[in-house]
């Protein structure tokens, strides 16, 4: 089922007074939405689905704090991203780096198809998959995800090299 724009509003003020069909209905149009944010962010479909299922958990009890429902799209994209990097948080396995200048590298995504990408993402180490996500697809720029992760920019910076050099490697051959 497609939601229009403007009936966001009342799917969100049924969902608030906890509405079954409602929050179904809600589930079913964002789902694939969010497990494409937690497939990037994951190892597994499994784990995908795990960090997924925390995130509407979250949705649901927060639901009333949405100022905008006919922004619900973007600010349930917004509580998977936090649950994912919460989850690496907790599982504290980043590396943390020293200041490290390194070059920019561009990644070349045209000739692949986005399965294909989202593999090569997930078999990144863990921290690199994160800085990788939070600025190549999430648009954050470096120091906002050395913020979120608790890391100097210029690891962040050095991490994000990594990564693009990792996935050129992986996409090549």
């Not at 724009?5 to 799917?11: F, G, P, R, V």
């Not at 390194?102 to 692949?112: I, M, N, Q, R, Y």
């Not at 906002?144 to 890391?151: H, M, P, R, V």
Request: hydrophobic letters at 40%.
């Amino acid at each position: 089922m497609q939601i229009m724009s403007d009936e966001y509003t009342q799917l969100v003020k049924r969902c608030r007074k906890r509405d079954e069909r409602a929050m179904r209905a809600l589930y079913e149009e964002m789902a694939p939405m969010a497990m494409g944010v937690c497939m990037r962010y994951s190892r597994s479909r499994e784990e995908a689905q795990d960090l997924m299922q925390d995130g509407f958990v979250k949705v649901f009890e927060k639901l009333g704090s949405l100022k905008e429902p006919e922004k619900v799209g973007a600010w349930i994209h917004q509580i998977m991203v936090n649950v994912c990097i919460d989850s690496f948080h907790s599982r504290k396995e980043f590396r943390y780096l020293d200041d490290i200048e390194a070059e920019p590298v561009t990644l070349p995504l045209d000739p692949f198809a986005m399965d294909e990408i989202v593999a090569a993402i997930q078999q990144l180490p863990l921290h690199q998959r994160a800085v990788f996500n939070l600025v190549e697809v999430e648009g954050f720029s470096c120091e906002e995800s050395a913020q979120k992760l608790g890391q100097k920019a210029s690891a962040v910076r050095a991490t994000l090299c990594r990564a693009k050099a990792a996935l050129r490697e992986m996409l090549n051959n």
